[in-house]
């Protein structure tokens, strides 16, 4: 859901390598390792990839042979980047007048099918695609509405302002009309001022804004009016460095994170909406663990929540989500997948993770 720089990286391992193995059994050389830890995304990309147009040929005769060969299709898109895809994608409908998102539509199934549809979509347009639905949605409550929280507040200013262009291509208005005429006040409010913004980008901070900005949040929260227009244009208007400056100060100033705080205000959808900005702003690997924690713990599995927070972070994040994860719920993420998948679909999203299928 991010802006990314894709590198070319070599997966051969040479015979004095040492490999590791992740707490789930799969191996690791130290250099993909190394790569891995540097670039916070786990998707593999072999060194030699192969052109777009034999892509397409092998994806072409994993659709066309006796059954769908999904370990084909699972491993070359799930190596691939979003470049990569993007040029499978357009050689595919040239070579073959078909659409490759369609042909994967009709080919596969469950929770499977959304995975690899939602990988190989564009990265904006795969986000437009989930804020659509969420909005389509009859019940748009915090778990609906939560992908429209971290589109705006866990990617960069440039990446949302693509799912915006994205959205308005796709479905002839934009995601701010979308929302003004589908969520009500006062989640409309916040949600509107959220996706509507353009923030600098670069680490920018201001001491003095922090502690002025920290004082009115407080302000704010002590009279249980967070959705005063002066808050929403805070966590809507600066950018993420100096947001994170503001937090520490009034954790600093006030002794309690702010997202504690804003809680105290009552526990509706609105504060969760709050608590749940701060978080993506402030530290978005936490609110990764704990939507793919909350996706697989009790009975059932929530896949729809697994599959986004996989693979809308898989290039951007998921080693500090990992990391994160065994923080807060001292356990290991991979596993916990492990167990509460099957079949293609827990290869998908393993494969994302950085496992060898």
Same mark, same amino acid.
């Given at each position: 859901?991010?802006?990314?720089?894709?590198?070319?990286?070599?997966?051969?391992?040479?015979?004095?390598?040492?490999?590791?193995?992740?707490?789930? /059994?799969?191996?690791?050389?130290?250099?993909?390792?190394?790569?891995?830890?540097?670039?916070?995304?786990?998707?593999?990309?072999?060194?030699?990839?192969?052109?777009?147009?034999?892509?397409?040929?092998?994806?072409?005769?994993?659709?066309?042979?006796?059954?769908?060969?999904?370990?084909?299709?699972?491993?070359?898109? /799930?190596?691939?980047?979003?470049?990569?895809?993007?040029?499978?994608?357009?050689?595919?409908?040239?070579?073959?007048?078909?659409?490759?998102?369609?042909?994967?539509?009709?080919?596969?199934?469950?929770?499977?099918?959304?995975?690899?549809?939602?990988?190989?979509?564009?990265?904006?347009?795969?986000?437009?695609?989930?804020?659509?639905?969420?909005?389509?949605?009859?019940?748009? !409550?915090?778990?609906?509405?939560?992908?429209?929280?971290?589109?705006?507040?866990?990617?960069?200013?440039?990446?949302?302002?693509?799912?915006?262009?994205?959205?308005?291509?796709?479905?002839?208005?934009?995601?701010?009309?979308?929302?003004?005429?589908?969520?009500?006040?006062?989640?409309?409010?916040?949600?509107?001022?959220?996706?509507?913004?353009?923030?600098?980008?670069?680490?920018?901070?201001?001491?003095?804004?922090?502690?002025?900005?920290?004082?009115?949040?407080?302000?704010?929260?002590?009279?249980?009016?967070?959705?005063?227009? !002066?808050?929403?244009?805070?966590?809507?208007?600066?950018?993420?460095?100096?947001?994170?400056?503001?937090?520490?100060?009034?954790?600093?100033?006030? /002794?309690?994170?702010?997202?504690?705080?804003?809680?105290?205000? !009552?526990?509706?959808?609105?504060?969760?909406?709050?608590?749940?900005?701060?978080?993506?702003?402030?530290?978005?690997?936490?609110?990764?663990?704990?939507?793919?924690?909350?996706?697989?713990?009790?009975?059932?599995?929530?896949?729809?929540?697994?599959?986004?927070?996989?693979?809308?972070?898989?290039?951007?994040?998921?080693?500090?989500?990992?990391?994160?994860?065994?923080?807060?719920?001292?356990?290991?993420?991979?596993?916990?997948?492990?167990?509460?998948?099957?079949?293609?679909?827990?290869?998908?999203?393993?494969?994302?993770?950085?496992?060898?299928?």
């Amino acid at each position: 859901m991010s802006s990314f720089s894709f590198k070319s990286f070599s997966w051969k391992k040479s015979k004095s390598s040492k490999s590791s193995k992740s707490d789930s /059994g799969h191996s690791f050389s130290s250099e993909e390792e190394r790569f891995l830890t540097e670039n916070m995304g786990t998707v593999r990309v072999p060194e030699i990839v192969p052109s777009p147009a034999d892509d397409c040929d092998t994806l072409k005769k994993a659709f066309d042979g006796w059954g769908t060969d999904e370990k084909a299709l699972i491993r070359i898109l /799930g190596q691939r980047n979003a470049a990569q895809r993007k040029a499978i994608r357009e050689t595919y409908l040239e070579l073959y007048n078909e659409s490759l998102i369609d042909r994967i539509n009709s080919e596969l199934s469950g929770d499977f099918r959304k995975a690899a549809v939602l990988w190989a979509y564009d990265p904006a347009e795969r986000d437009a695609r989930m804020a659509h639905e969420a909005l389509r949605s009859y019940k748009k !409550g915090i778990h609906e509405l939560q992908v429209l929280v971290e589109i705006a507040c866990a990617t960069s200013p440039h990446h949302l302002m693509a799912v915006r262009q994205a959205y308005c291509s796709l479905y002839d208005c934009s995601l701010e009309e979308d929302i003004f005429s589908s969520v009500s006040m006062p989640l409309r409010k916040l949600l509107v001022g959220l996706v509507s913004s353009f923030r600098h980008d670069k680490e920018v901070v201001e001491s003095f804004v922090a502690d002025s900005e920290s004082d009115l949040l407080h302000d704010a929260i002590k009279v249980k009016q967070i959705n005063r227009n !002066g808050v929403i244009w805070i966590l809507s208007t600066r950018n993420f460095f100096q947001l994170r400056a503001t937090f520490a100060c009034y954790k600093q100033k006030y /002794g309690n994170p702010i997202d504690q705080d804003i809680m105290k205000c !009552g526990t509706s959808d609105l504060e969760s909406l709050f608590k749940m900005a701060v978080w993506c702003i402030d530290s978005p690997e936490k609110h990764f663990a704990k939507v793919i924690h909350k996706a697989i713990v009790g009975l059932g599995t929530d896949e729809d929540s697994l599959t986004r927070a996989i693979v809308s972070r898989a290039e951007i994040d998921t080693m500090k989500i990992r990391e994160e994860y065994s923080k807060m719920f001292k356990s290991n993420l991979e596993k916990d997948v492990i167990g509460d998948t099957s079949g293609d679909y827990k290869d998908m999203l393993m494969i994302l993770l950085g496992a060898k299928v």
